[in-house]
């Protein structure tokens, strides 16, 4: 009955593979088994303590890119994770997939562990290994995520026993005349393939200058938001006008030639905001912000390597 039962899903998924299936891509574009030996200590089942077997490291980080990419609660990730043979197909046909708790405690453990930076650089060193390295520079930028304010005056504090969507760590700001309340995610991109190299989340109010993603040696292009804040790296930073000193023709030629330089710098976001819905955030603190940060990042450069596959670029 079992290879009944398989056969049928393999069936099923052929029919759905003959469509066009690009989630079955990433599975062969990414070198998942690398991340396990960053995970191996999540757990403490295989030690003298002893404990209910865990889940599939990689499993887990499957289904945490896929919620990103398709901008999934953990209710609907467990839903479409059971329902979709796309997913079922990518997740190895698994033979029980994580409740949505299950999905939010390994989510957890990462920060807890403080294992997404090491997520992080094992996917650029797999970018690095495929030829795409930073050449021609970088584009550093910020956007907003917002939050939920809740009703109670911005003053008061959430309270860890308050029931309430309220964010404990989000922050006003206000831009162009406009509020802002919750996140704010500052990435560094490079100018060749648009790919994400560098993210850090903080609250709304922290202003975009105080945060440097450049590198010694590598030239940043960045907007007048950044103005009269040296980058570690060669800066190309448009300037502004300052009280009684109006910039120059030559700054203002030389602004027009980095805003065509860092325009690309807003496809990530576009996509992680529209395409992956996540430009509204319901987690409170920015931990749990950077956690659904790094995957959006994660999501957004894979479905470019997958691009650059096609075009044969790599």
């Excluded at 403080?114 to 956007?143: F, S, V």
């Excluded at 903080?202 to 040696?217: F, M, N, P, R, V």
Aim: proline share 4%; net charge positive; hydrophobic share 35%.
């Amino acid at each position: 009955m079992e290879s009944l039962l398989d056969f049928a899903l393999q069936e099923r998924y052929r029919r759905v593979s003959e469509l066009g299936d690009k989630v079955a891509e990433f599975d062969t574009l990414i070198k998942w088994e690398k991340f396990r030996p960053l995970l191996g200590d999540l757990y403490t089942n295989t030690t003298e303590h002893g404990g209910r077997p865990n889940f599939d490291e990689i499993l887990m980080i499957k289904l945490l890119v896929l919620q990103s990419m398709y901008g999934l609660s953990d209710p609907e990730l467990e839903r479409q994770a059971n329902d979709k043979i796309s997913f079922l197909k990518f997740l190895g046909f698994p033979e029980k997939i994580p409740d949505q708790s299950t999905i939010w405690y390994f989510r957890e453990r990462l920060i807890q562990h403080k294992k997404l930076d090491l997520i992080w650089e094992e996917l650029r060193r797999q970018e690095n290994d495929l030829g795409l390295k930073i050449k021609k520079g970088t584009i550093q930028d910020a956007t907003f995520i917002t939050a939920d304010p809740g009703h109670a005056p911005a003053d008061k504090p959430r309270g860890d026993l308050a029931r309430t969507r309220r964010s404990k760590e989000g922050t006003w700001t206000k831009k162009n005349s406009k509020s802002y309340f919750g996140f704010k995610v500052h990435s560094k991109e490079d100018c060749d393939y648009g790919l994400i190299w560098e993210i850090q989340t903080s609250t709304a109010s922290l202003h975009d200058s105080q945060i440097d993603l450049s590198k010694e040696g590598e030239v940043v292009y960045r907007d007048k938001g950044y103005f009269g804040v040296k980058p570690l790296g060669f800066d190309a930073t448009m300037k502004r006008d300052v009280r009684n000193h109006p910039i120059g023709i030559w700054d203002k030629l030389r602004n027009k030639r980095i805003a065509r330089k860092r325009s690309p710098g807003e496809r990530p976001y576009a996509v992680i905001k529209t395409v992956f819905k996540s430009a509204h955030t319901m987690v409170t603190t920015i931990a749990r912000v950077h956690a659904k940060m790094i995957f959006a990042a994660m999501s957004f450069n894979i479905g470019l390597i997958r691009t650059f596959t096609h075009r044969g670029v790599i």
